[in-house]
């Protein structure tokens, strides 16, 4: 997997953070994020999709597990995975998870752990923690 590691203190900042970590990635396309609650992993993952161009109502998918996002003038989608309340790999897989993350889309997947022995070679890590009101993505 590879990593980068940023920092920042307000929410101005995202948009070029966000630009940042998709240079890191470059022709990458599944990232996991890392956190405990609260830490700002959706937030980041929204910034992202404004970077690609989708300008979609963006929420978090906790309760449907997969939000699709569009990027105007592209047939490809962004696919947004909230796994905070999948309890095992076998519900994961009935979720289709194999399918986003094998479709050369963009996927950004939120609590990635039960999944990891899924993710490709390239998967971009992301781990985010708060400290002093300082958020840390490694």
């Given at each position: 997997?590879?990593?980068i590691?940023?920092s920042?203190?307000e929410?101005?900042e995202?948009?070029?953070i ?25 937030t ?8 690609l161009g989708?300008s ?76 002093d ?6």
């Open positions: 997997m590879k990593c590691e940023i920042y203190r929410l101005s995202l948009p070029a966000a630009k940042s970590i998709l240079d890191f990635a470059g022709t990458h396309k599944v990232f996991a994020f890392y956190a405990p609650m609260g830490t700002g992993k959706t980041l993952i929204k910034e992202i999709c404004r970077q989708s979609d109502n963006f929420s978090s998918p906790t309760y449907s597990i997969v939000n699709e996002y569009h990027i105007p003038g592209l047939s490809q989608r962004i696919y947004h995975i909230d796994l905070y309340r999948i309890k095992n790999l076998h519900e994961a897989l009935d979720a289709g998870i194999e399918e986003y993350i094998e479709s050369g889309s963009y996927c950004f997947i939120e609590w990635p752990e039960l999944t990891e022995a899924l993710l490709p070679v390239g998967t971009v890590k992301m781990v985010m923690k708060v400290q009101n300082i958020r840390n993505v490694s």
